[in-house]
């Protein structure tokens, strides 16, 4: 390396080759091929063959539904319902793409099913070429069983996935395996996970409350009962792929380990980190004790609480709300708080709906910032292998700017852009999943369209068990707030933690579970991630107010097993309100993790001191940058 007496020339021509040798790297990675589960086009329908013929027979079918009270399904609106061969020239055959993500696109207003496959052709166009003039040339929907008073909402970064970077892996080298198909049953055992979720979201996380709930016994009866999780079948007789077999969990729950993450710790103590929890005293001591949950950011500090969402009330269990959001209508921002135990409006994250908020509204990277933070104020030990590790008297010189806080502080938010970009092109431009409900609307619709419908039979009979419980909770809420003598649905969608349902992208990958992937790989390369943490932890009262202490059965907490338990629980935490499943969560996990270890391959290039990482993955094994 040319040091401070070298010419300008010789710098110059050194710091090109560095530049050079990390682009070399880059290019020496193999992009693999990007598979899909083969869906998009395999199931089909029976459409009107012009859209001013499906617009006026949606017009009818409005008329129709105000004469038999308002019951969607009493007439089909516009599509054959029964999937029959076209009845005349005004229909034609053509996939209906219910395995794939449509939200936005205009969606029959009885029966749920996309109108025009050629809207879907042109989203898809669109995407494959980034243009944002294709964009502006997909047909967004128009129709809804109420005017949209807030609007639509447009498609999220569908183009990230063909944009460029100059470090770390290019958004197309990296792969993620097909997401589950319809009638698998890994499909199944995720679906009656989320719907397991969604029922149980105001459970409180606290140890002894969780384990006495019903919603949570019920839960592990019906995800034991699965073929996916039961040890009955084996992969061979359910067709799994290496990737799916390697996925599936073939595992007893009980209420401890039930919807916990995978990874070294994750079912170590209380089902949350206590990163999520616990802050640091601050200068001068100014935020208090570690359970007062204040985070310092130098000389200020940041609450760990969380808004209170309204218990009990969750969003898109009618089908008239849930089929204007599928097509697009604009709901977001109009869920509802209430004062927290102790008057204030916020509390410790307490039940599964206050996780769900926090990842409505987190910075995408703020749990790992926060998480980095508190491991520097504690003063946990570096990775053996970075430099300055020893005392000031023997290495005089610490790390600042380099392998110093600026730095880590730096790189651990500077991964979740490429992160985001890798993952997006794995959503748009290869999966295009449907979102979990999406699925639940296909199932509530299987009794109107059993035909074009028929793939999701199979869950739904797997499901039943599930789905009962589902449709009770849903006539409950739907009875508790209509009044008396209104006429009640028993549907099975799914119930929604946001009134917006699921962000405006397709669910397979997640870009929370791919960043969290990405940032919890920097910090468990960056610290000793084998560093004892106590073996005290805590948790949140049931209702929030203050965190008591609880018992981790004299199992050490390490730092890995807490970080690899925080990118689960926000991962999950998604799952939690419904947007993604479980599957999306361990695949992207480990495609985040990937693009982090490319990124500190080709930045350990640029440092002329002889330095290394071990980072311990999901999957159990180590890396050494």
Not at 165 to 189: F, I, K, N, Y
Not at 412 to 419: D, M, N, P, S
Not at 434 to 463: K, M, N, Q, S, Y
Not at 553 to 558: E, H
């Amino acid at each position: 390396m040319a040091g401070p007496t070298a010419s300008g020339t010789a710098r110059r021509n050194e710091a090109f080759d560095k530049r050079v040798a990390a682009a070399t790297v880059a290019r020496e990675r193999v992009h693999p091929p990007h598979a899909a589960n083969g869906e998009e086009y395999e199931y089909r329908a029976t459409f009107d063959r012009h859209p001013a013929v499906a617009a006026a027979k949606a017009a009818a079918a409005g008329a129709s539904r105000e004469a038999s009270n308002g019951d969607p399904g009493a007439t089909d609106g516009g599509a054959t319902a029964a999937g029959a061969p076209p009845s005349s020239q005004s229909q034609v055959q053509g996939p209906s793409h219910i395995g794939s993500f449509t939200k936005g696109l205009q969606h029959n207003l009885s029966t749920g099913l996309l109108e025009d496959p050629a809207a879907f052709r042109a989203f898809v166009r669109a995407i494959d070429s980034g243009d944002p003039r294709d964009f502006v040339d997909v047909p967004i929907a128009d129709r809804f069983t109420r005017p949209p008073t807030r609007g639509v909402r447009s498609w999220e970064s569908a183009s990230a996935g063909l944009a460029f970077d100059l470090q770390g892996p290019d958004a197309q080298a990296l792969t993620m395996p097909p997401a589950p198909r319809l009638g698998s049953a890994e499909l199944v055992a995720e679906m009656i996970e989320v719907y397991a979720m969604a029922l149980a979201r105001d459970v409180p996380f606290a140890t002894a409350e969780w384990a006495a709930a019903k919603p949570i016994a019920a839960a592990v009866r019906e995800l034991n009962a699965t073929r996916w999780h039961g040890a009955a079948a084996t992969d061979r007789e359910l067709g799994l792929s290496p990737a799916a077999a390697a996925r599936r969990r073939v595992t007893h729950f009980t209420p401890a380990t039930v919807f916990r993450g995978v990874g070294r710790g994750v079912a170590d103590g209380p089902y949350l980190s206590q990163f999520l929890l616990l802050g640091n005293a601050g200068v001068g001591g100014s935020s208090g004790a570690p359970t007062d949950g204040f985070i310092t950011y130098g000389a200020n500090r940041v609450d760990l609480r969380v808004p209170v969402a309204t218990p009990g009330v969750d969003y898109l269990t009618d089908w008239e709300s849930f089929v204007d959001v599928q097509n697009g209508a604009d709901t977001r921002g109009t869920e509802t708080y209430v004062p927290a135990a102790d008057g204030t409006k916020t509390r410790f994250i307490a039940t599964p709906r206050d996780l769900a908020t926090y990842v409505h509204y987190d910075a995408l990277y703020q749990a790992y910032l926060n998480a980095a933070l508190w491991l520097l104020a504690e003063g946990v030990p570096f990775d053996a292998g970075l430099p300055w590790t020893a005392p000031d008297e023997v290495d005089h010189q610490q790390g600042f700017a380099t392998f110093g806080g600026p730095h880590l502080l730096t790189l651990v938010t500077e991964v979740a852009t490429r992160a985001l970009k890798a993952v997006r092109f794995q959503k748009f431009n290869v999966h295009r999943r449907l979102r979990p409900e999406a699925v639940g609307g296909l199932l509530d619709r299987l009794p109107v369209a059993p035909g074009p419908l028929a793939p999701v039979a199979p869950l739904a009979e797997e499901a039943a068990e599930t789905l009962r419980r589902v449709a009770d909770a849903n006539a409950a809420a739907a009875a508790g707030g209509s009044g008396a003598g209104a006429p009640v649905t028993h549907s099975v969608l799914l119930p929604m933690a946001f009134p917006e349902g699921s962000p405006m992208h397709p669910s397979y990958g997640a870009g929370h579970a791919t960043v969290a992937g990405a940032c919890v790989t920097v910090l468990k390369g960056w610290f000793d991630a084998g560093h004892a943490l106590g073996t005290t932890a805590y948790e949140a009262t049931p209702d929030g107010r203050c965190l008591r202490e609880v018992s981790t059965g004299g199992v050490a907490l390490t730092v890995e097993g807490e970080l690899n338990k925080l990118a689960a629980n926000i991962s999950i935490g998604r799952n939690w309100a419904g947007v993604h499943y479980y599957s999306d969560y361990i695949e992207s996990v480990q495609l985040g993790e990937a693009v982090a270890i490319g990124i500190l391959e080709e930045q350990k290039l640029t440092y002329g001191e002889n330095w290394s990482m071990t980072v311990p993955l999901t999957d159990g094994t180590t890396v050494r940058i």
